[in-house]
Nanobody, 125 residues
Framework: QVQLVESGGGLVQPGGSLRLSCAAS????????MGWFRQAAGTEREFVAA????????YYADSVKGRFTVSRDNAKNTVSLQMNSLKPEDTAVYYC??????????????????WGQGTQVTVSS
């Protein structure tokens, strides 16, 4: 079993940056595909980015490609999301999630087995 705790959210002006972190407990973290999703008010949860268990493969939603970077440190059981050039439409609650059963990165939330509680990101002037 994996427990996930996100941190690093907050209020930032358009064009600014934030770095989200997700701390994981559990010995199987290093074998999990890790994903980031977000959910804005009144909308469905959407895929943002994901990283393979080795860190060698990453995948991004088109809306964040070139602005966000996902990374992981298996020695520290953490996964991060560096968000640059933030836009008001990036405002949402951001969740990290662990997929322990798939061998390929998935973009649908149902494929992920464990979820954090979420951290709010607000982009506003």
């Amino acid at each position: 079993q994996v427990q996930l705790v996100e941190s690093g959210g907050g209020l930032v002006q358009p064009g600014g940056s934030l770095r989200l972190s997700c701390a994981a407990s559990g010995r199987t973290f290093s074998r999990s595909i890790m994903g980031w999703f977000r959910q804005a008010a009144g909308t469905e949860r959407e895929f943002v980015a994901a990283i393979s268990w080795s860190g060698g493969v990453t995948y991004y939603a088109d809306s964040v490609k070139g602005r966000f970077t996902v990374s992981r440190d298996n020695a520290k059981n953490t996964v991060s999301l560096q968000m640059n050039s933030l836009k008001p439409e990036d405002t949402a609650v951001y969740y990290c999630a662990a997929d322990q059963t798939s061998s390929l990165i998935a973009t649908i939330s149902l494929r992920y087995d464990y979820w954090g509680q979420g951290t709010q990101v607000t982009v506003s002037s």
